[in-house]
């Protein structure tokens, strides 16, 4: 009754949201992996996903912690309570450290409760100026309700209708350059649906979109979030995938989408797609095979570096593990990560939790 | 020609439905409710005749308390002219009834085609498109998985599905068709026609003024989910597995 979870850090994702749902209550956050990931891996590396919008990150959410640490001392911060400023909140550290400074165990969630009322609209803009704005007008007009806002460009839906089975783009009656996922979740179905159509209807007239679809049922809404969810599997059909998760201010976010497809010319099929909402770009460069060095070296460093002068994050969600242990400076001053190597040398000094990731080896 | 169009509200295809615990019924509050399936499917069938130029108009009618209205507004967001909502206090009215007021309403409107879904994933009765028939004394189509439409003949063509695989009829107009799964794949509410529909009517009638009375003449004793699959036994021996068929199963 008071939505507190507790946990072991083996639990899969979805079958918590399973649990939950009998009680009324759901887990803050969805991902695509949901049906194998674990709660614990999600808590260690503060995983994002399509929700956060509305229910904020693990770091707000994560009421407790039992933790093991390198010297095998068992710590036992497995609060439940939604107030606590008694010390220092070392549960934080634990937080996105990927397993780093110690092993979760166990997890005290807090869960919000289950609301019945959900509507997904997918809408087309012509630029991104008008995602942009459209986003801004979503937070002011659906205010409350509003659960997830996603948003592609048209060569990431050319790439999901290609190649996976059964996805059609709903707006298929004329060219559009870029497609937005809205998703309300609230307790009331007419008057939730009252909101969104007023603001569709305003949206519209303002021509912020150009065309959209809304849901008519549940089978419809899994079919649009089948789209958002399905270019991730897609890109992988498609032959050689460079991934980079970034995050920006929402202004300069598709900028960088830009820069790479003018960089690459035709070597390349550049797409980007994300959580809009959350200023979160997952940029995906496709080409027919991995052995192709020469297109890495026209990504990397640029797109680094682009992202460090812009003062955006090169991982958004996806942390840095070992591939982007050592460019941790592009997002992180050396004061700050001098500080990290620090306490990860006081907690961990032998190097046995998960050695080589997420700092630069010296 | 006018096409009506019969739909109904029922608890959304994709939920997770769970009996309630007093065993009168399933959980429906705070459950997501959406147009049937079959009714969507009907409704496409009529827009797409009407869009080929074979109607010119497209009339969507449900049977209800006043929360049927929602399938009425989905139904002109996805193109549907005009709806009709016959307003019932009864939270269940059966076939029988529905049959009687879809056939007096069809006295009323004339139209060339009554198109409704072959039945509802509620209680899946699969009556009511026969019973209309029956009392209309129109020609029948039902589990239509293609219909064709002869404006100057005055007759439609109907495949029908049924169990040693595909049945062809021809009906002469007015007729009745009720849609089976795969005639087609319903579209999307569009936002233009969702804003278009705001304008639409949707007219409201009782069943008095169409001299039907509404009658419950079945009642339902009891709901339960269906028994537990029992686990599977492993046998140590043929005559143990003779034994079992014949005094457990008893089907020697």
């Known amino acids: ?362 | 020609m006018k096409i009506m169009v019969s739909m109904k509200r029922v608890i959304d295809y994709a939920v997770k439905i769970r009996v309630k615990a007093d065993k009168t019924g399933v959980e429906t509050t705070n459950v997501k409710m959406s147009m049937n399936p079959f009714c969507e499917i009907a409704l496409e069938e009529a827009l797409r005749i009407k869009e080929s130029g074979g109607a010119s108009e497209v009339v969507a009618v449900s049977i209800g308390p006043p929360k049927s209205a929602d399938t009425l507004r989905t139904a002109l967001a996805m193109g549907a002219d005009r709806a009709v909502h016959v307003t019932t206090t009864a939270p269940t009215v059966y076939p029988l009834t529905v049959s009687k007021i879809l056939s007096a309403l069809a006295d009323v409107e004339k139209p060339g085609l009554l198109i409704l879904g072959k039945q509802a994933i509620d209680d899946d009765c699969n009556q009511t498109g026969q019973m209309v028939a029956g009392l209309l004394r129109w020609p029948q189509g039902t589990f239509a998985s293609k219909v064709v439409l002869d404006k100057e003949k005055q007759e439609v063509t109907v495949e029908r599905e049924v169990d040693g695989g595909l049945e062809t009829v021809c009906l002469s107009l007015p007729a009745v068709i009720t849609t089976d799964l795969r005639l087609n794949q319903p579209r999307y509410a569009t936002l233009p026609n969702i804003m278009k529909a705001k304008s639409k009517v949707i007219k409201k009638v009782t069943p008095e003024e169409l001299n039907v009375e509404i009658n419950t003449d079945l009642e339902v004793l009891q709901v339960t989910e269906p028994p537990k699959r029992k686990a599977g036994v492993i046998l140590s021996s043929v005559d143990e597995l003779i034994d079992k068929l014949a005094n457990e199963a008893r089907v020697l």
Request: glycine letters at 10%.
């Open chain 1, 1 to 362: 009754t008071s939505g507190i979870l507790v946990c072991e850090a083996g639990c899969i994702l979805e079958n918590l949201d399973s649990f939950l749902e009998n009680e009324g209550f759901m887990m803050p956050l969805d991902l695509g992996a949901k049906g194998s990931c674990q709660i614990g891996g999600n808590v260690s590396t503060n995983a994002g996903g399509i929700r956060l919008l509305r229910y904020g990150s693990l770091h707000g959410n994560v009421l407790g912690l039992e933790v093991v640490l390198a010297n095998g001392t068992v710590l036992d911060m497995l609060g439940t309570l939604r107030k606590d400023n008694t010390g220092y909140s070392l549960k934080h550290l634990f937080i996105g450290s990927e397993g780093s400074l110690g092993i979760i165990t166990k997890v005290s969630i807090l869960t919000p409760s289950r609301l019945s009322a959900t509507n997904v609209a997918f809408l087309a803009c012509e630029d991104y100026l008008n995602c942009q704005r459209l986003l801004l007008e979503a937070k002011r007009t659906l205010g409350e309700i509003l659960s997830a806002f996603e948003f592609l460009d048209n060569h990431s839906m050319d790439m999901v209708s290609t190649h996976l089975e059964g996805v059609r783009n709903p707006l298929s009656s004329s060219l559009h350059n870029f497609y937005v996922l809205i998703e309300t979740t609230g307790s009331n179905e007419s008057s939730d649906k009252e909101k969104l159509d007023t603001f569709l209807m305003q949206s519209m007239e303002g021509g912020l979109i150009s065309d959209g679809v809304v849901a008519q049922d549940i089978n419809q809404a899994s079919s649009f979030w089948r789209i958002r969810e399905g270019i991730a599997e897609a890109s992988m059909k498609a032959g050689a995938v460079y991934k980079y998760d970034l995050s920006f201010p929402v202004k300069m976010l598709y900028k960088i989408v830009e820069e790479i497809r003018q960089r690459l010319g035709n070597s390349a099929k550049v797409i980007g797609y994300g959580h809009l909402g959350d200023g979160n770009l997952h940029l995906n460069i496709l080409t027919d095979s991995y052995d192709n060095n020469d297109i890495l070296s026209k990504i990397e460093p640029f797109v680094y570096e682009w992202t460090s002068e812009h003062h955006g994050s090169i991982s958004a969600e996806h942390g840095l593990g070992m591939m982007k242990a050592d460019k941790i400076h592009y997002s992180k001053s050396a004061e700050t990560v001098r500080l990290m190597v620090c306490l990860k040398n006081m907690m961990d000094p032998n190097g046995i939790m998960n050695p080589y990731k997420v700092l630069p080896s010296f």
